[in-house]
């Protein structure tokens, strides 16, 4: 009887214990870094170093973005970047004629099997529709073909959203790389500082971004997209299943009247949750490392994470605002970010080294 008694107990113990366990991890926030690897081009290795760190603080992902205005960072058939295309210099792939280096796809690949290995999901990120000048000046001198296509399929430095073959072909894009991925894991397809973000009502931009996600879904794999992409009156439109990275509420726009458009129309983080969508927190406030001389100044590194650690955390997502707090369980997580000046002011070990401090900061947060 005794015996029974103490079993008994020893197993509601044990359940206690498992219970609070997934408790705890279940509310458990993950944490990333997001790498501009655009404006600044990072190696392999330089990129699985950043990897190794993002696992030894605890964090669970690493997003590339890869392509932007500046650079469009990775080999594609379509917009004839190949490596048989390339200059090689060591393990590195120069496009010959805008003379910038890319990584290839077996390289893009190691690193994603590299972080699968230490628990690290490597998304890749293929910017549209705004950001895409490089693509739209690779795709006009590609060849005749693709430079007709692009009388068709852009506007100006950007996807043009009300054309039939737009989302095809952004759809060949990004299909080079989902056989790349592992099953069930993220791939990023962009979705900010475009121009028709000032629209109300976007119907195009919806239509676009669920052909998009529905395409990667097909192929077993999620999408995320920056929140820029996201207008209040569409929100019952766009796939909730879409991963929202929400970086900032106004855009950082230097125009006060743009500012206040952006905040009328545009969701908070706390309202994407509510309407359904999963957030990670990237707020531009305390988590933008940008890669310019004033950022690591001893004094601005010292003032950046005290502020950090005492007035930041998972919740705070409009830059220092503390009112409006994202308390759902569906604000999932955080990012911190990594971004080049443009002026590529730095080499990729003085960025490593630079930023060391911030990223041990974030991930002891």
Do not use: C
């Amino acid at each position: 009887m005794h015996k029974w008694r103490w079993g008994s107990l020893t197993l509601t113990l044990i359940l206690g214990i498992s219970l609070m366990t997934q408790s705890a991890q279940a509310t458990k926030k993950s944490k990333g870094l997001i790498l501009d690897n655009a404006r600044q081009y990072y190696s392999v290795k330089t990129i699985q170093g950043f990897i190794r760190r993002v696992h030894a603080g605890g964090g669970t992902f690493i997003q590339l973005h890869l392509t932007d205005d500046h650079r469009y960072g990775v080999e594609s058939k379509t917009l004839n970047q190949t490596t048989k295309n390339a200059r090689h210099k060591g393990s590195v792939y120069y496009n010959r004629k805008t003379k910038l280096a890319f990584l290839s796809k077996k390289q893009l690949r190691s690193l994603i099997v590299y972080g699968h290995k230490r628990h690290v999901e490597v998304i890749p990120e293929i910017d549209t529709p705004g950001h895409a000048k490089a693509l739209v000046k690779l795709l006009k001198t590609s060849n005749a073909t693709n430079k007709k296509l692009a009388k068709e399929v852009t506007t100006g430095n950007e996807m043009n959203l009300r054309s039939a073959k737009t989302a095809p072909f952004v759809k060949k894009l990004l299909g080079e790389y989902v056989g790349l991925l592992y099953r069930d894991q993220h791939m990023a397809i962009g979705g900010d500082e475009y121009s028709a973000s000032t629209a109300t009502h976007q119907p195009n931009t919806v239509k676009y971004t669920n052909t998009l996600n529905r395409y990667l879904n097909k192929k077993h794999l999620k999408t995320t997209m920056w929140n820029d992409g996201l207008m209040r009156a569409d929100l019952k439109k766009i796939d909730h299943n879409i991963l929202i990275t929400y970086w900032s509420y106004d855009g950082e726009n230097d125009d006060p009247k743009q500012v206040k458009l952006h905040r009328k129309i545009r969701p908070t983080l706390p309202q994407l949750n509510k309407a359904g969508f999963q957030t990670i927190n990237a707020n531009f406030w305390y988590l933008y490392v940008i890669t310019k001389p004033a950022t690591f100044k001893k004094s601005n590194v010292t003032y950046w994470k005290n502020d950090l650690k005492k007035n930041w955390n998972v919740q705070v997502w409009d830059k220092t605002n503390h009112q409006d707090l994202a308390k759902s369980s569906k604000n999932i997580g955080s990012a911190i970010s990594i971004w080049g000046d443009g002026k590529k002011t730095y080499s990729q070990a003085q960025v490593v080294s630079k930023t060391a401090p911030f990223l041990t900061a974030y991930f002891k947060q």
